[in-house]
């Protein structure tokens, strides 16, 4: 039996407690301005979640642009809205450029994926209704895949090799994502 299915059967399992709800959410931080997701609150002690996050940067003739979607298992040690949560996500970034004497298009991609660690609040998840929360993670990606697209340079190019340098280091470099400001409504 994969791992997925297992996880599915212990949150329908879960989920036959008194109060199990589903909801969405909406959400603001650092480094991924915009951030939804769909909550499963399975009982006042663990709850269960998808997530997507986002930041679209452009500037010119550049651009980067950042996404994880994640999925995170949620522990409410207190029954109430103090939680931890562990997941995974996939973390990519995309960044293009056109060079100006040839209007050429240079883009660097790395994807990853990604061990989550996360803590945070979030109030009123208990009762129903909306909620608002907080949180804090930890990412940490692991084995990156750099693809490079530019066209006329040397892949044997110091230039080059330094882009690749670049974009490894970033798959393998953890990161903090902070959420500001959260806001859900669970049905």
């Known amino acids: 039996m ?19 709800s589903v909801g969405v959410n909406v959400g603001v931080g650092f480094p991924f301005l915009g951030q939804a997701g769909v909550n499963y609150v399975m009982s006042d002690m663990f ?15 550049a651009s980067v642009k950042i996404t994880m ?8 040690p207190f029954s109430g809205s103090f939680f931890l949560g562990a997941g995974v996500g996939q973390n990519d970034l995309e960044v293009t450029a056109i ?20 803590a945070g609040w979030m109030w009123g998840i208990d009762n129903g209704g909306f909620w608002f929360g907080v949180d804090t993670s930890f990412v940490s990606p ?9 066209p006329g340079v040397p892949t044997s190019s110091q230039e080059y090799k330094d882009v690749v ?17 959260r806001i859900g409504y669970l049905f």
């Open 69 to 76: 979607p994640e999925a995170m298992f949620n522990f409410h």
């Open 99 to 118: 060079e100006t004497s040839t209007s050429t298009e240079v883009k660097a991609e790395v994807s990853t994926l990604a061990t989550i660690i996360k």
């Open 2 to 20: 994969s791992i997925f299915k297992k996880i599915l059967i212990a949150m329908v399992f879960m989920g036959s407690a008194a109060h199990a």
């Open 142 to 150: 692991s084995s990156p895949e750099v693809t490079i697209t530019a």
């Open 47 to 61: 709850s269960f979640s998808v997530g997507y996050n986002t930041l679209d940067l452009s500037s010119g003739d």
């Open 165 to 181: 340098d670049a974009a490894e280091t970033y798959g393998e470099t953890s990161f903090a994502n902070i959420t500001f400001a």
